[in-house]
């Protein structure tokens, strides 16, 4: 009788230790993840869900002392994933097809950004600029156009950015005031409405600093700081453009 009360509990304890392994819980979802480089690069990261079933999205901010991002329990299938760079990082112009399965990680590696050649805030907006400089010593100067917008019956909307320096020595404070030889210009345009409107340091109340902080003439890169106030042509400091948070770093020729 002994052997057969403990054969009864051993059959139980296996039983029971069967049923608790069947009872662990499955993962059913999975996760996507990588880092933008560098650090702080990107400001969003975003993750379209196209299916199967109905389109989800989804967005994670990259840590700002690493651009670690992550994803997580997101539902098996395909997405679609996108970066938004801070506006001192040109925009890579690509969108990631990424398959997510369930219980694993898709690691998506490092992208890499690289910085605009001019970037700065005008009247507290952020603003950035494709472009290159013409240096000879002692003059610089470049000139950078963006579109802003395209409107059905009025062509594109352009912002323009000029930067002259005409007494650059090397690294160094250079200051823009009330002269067309040294100035910082910024102009608004419509190719469809043939409007433009100009603002300039060169003006009366206007002024400008530059901050050339590296020159290097083996690579041909320049590279500071500015900051202004422009203003338009009639002088109106009411009507001026504050320039805050100006940063360069271009190639020359």
């Known amino acids: 009788m002994r052997n057969i009360i403990v054969g009864l509990l051993l059959i139980c304890f296996v039983v029971n230790a069967c ?26 990261v975003v993750a379209e869900y196209v299916g199967p079933g109905e389109p989800k999205n989804y967005s994670v901010v990259p840590d700002a002392n690493t651009g670690v991002f992550k994803f997580s329990n997101l539902t098996p299938g395909t997405y679609y994933l996108a970066f938004a760079p801070n506006i001192k990082y040109r925009r890579r112009y690509e969108i990631l097809e990424v398959i997510v399965a369930t219980g694993k990680d898709t690691d998506m590696g490092v ?37 802003i917008g395209k409107f059905q019956d009025n062509g594109s909307y352009y912002l323009t950015l000029s930067i ?3 007494a650059v020595t090397g690294p160094g404070t250079y200051v823009c005031k ?25 003006n009366a109340g206007g002024n400008a600093t530059v901050v ?7 690579a041909k890169t320049i590279s500071g700081s500015f900051t202004g106030t422009l203003t338009p042509s009639t002088g109106t400091t009411a009507d001026s453009q504050v320039i805050t948070d100006g940063d360069f770093i271009m190639n020359y020729q």
């Open 19 to 44: 049923h608790k392994e069947d009872d662990t819980p499955q993962p059913t979802t999975g996760s996507i993840s990588g880092m933008v480089a560098p650090a702080g690069a990107a400001d969003l």
């Open 212 to 218: 050339i902080t590296a020159i290097d003439p083996v």
């Open 178 to 202: 009330e002269t067309s030889a040294s100035s910082i210009t910024y102009s608004m345009s419509s190719s469809g409405l043939m409007i433009s409107r100009k603002w300039s340091s060169a």
């Open 164 to 166: 002259t320096l005409d």
């Open 111 to 147: 992208r890499t950004f690289t910085l605009n050649p001019i970037s700065c805030k005008i009247n507290g907006t952020s603003r950035a600029w494709e472009t290159n400089a013409n240096y000879s010593s002692p003059n610089f100067s470049t000139s950078g156009r963006s579109l």
